[in-house]
Nanobody, 125 residues
Framework: QVQLVESGGGLVQAGGSLRLSCAASGSIFSINAGGWYRQAPGKERELVAAISNGGGTYYAASVKGRFTISRDKGKNSLYLQMNSLKPEDTAMYYC???????????????????WGQGTQVTVSS
């Protein structure tokens, strides 16, 4: 049973920073390609950032230059460093991982096989 557990969310003032972490556990599982999604109340879930097995990355236009996705294979973890946070970044953030045999970037929710429960990020103005 694969589990993804996010941490690092919280309340921060505009302009501040947070670092989200996602730890994977369960049988033989390795995060080769993963991503971070977010969903604000009344809005659709959107892809914020993704990373491929080779280290290639994708960022949504709204976060490019402010957010950085990274991965530590040794710790089987995924991270999202968020800087210069804005009130519009307020949302529930979800970690997602593709199956170990899928190495490329995932752009659609159905391309991810494993999801965390989410961590709330709230940015005050």
């Amino acid at each position: 049973q694969v589990q993804l557990v996010e941490s690092g969310g919280g309340l921060v003032q505009a302009g501040g920073s947070l670092r989200l972490s996602c730890a994977a556990s369960g049988s033989i599982f390795s995060i080769n390609a993963g991503g971070w999604y977010r969903q604000a109340p009344g809005k659709e879930r959107e892809l914020v950032a993704a990373i491929s097995n080779g280290g290639g990355t994708y960022y949504a236009a709204s976060v490019k230059g402010r957010f950085t996705i990274s991965r530590d294979k040794g710790k089987n973890s995924l991270y999202l460093q968020m800087n210069s946070l804005k009130p519009e970044d307020t949302a529930m953030y979800y970690c997602a991982a593709r199956r170990p045999s899928d190495y490329g970037l995932g752009y659609r929710p159905h391309e991810y096989d494993y999801w965390g429960q989410g961590t709330q990020v709230t940015v005050s103005s």
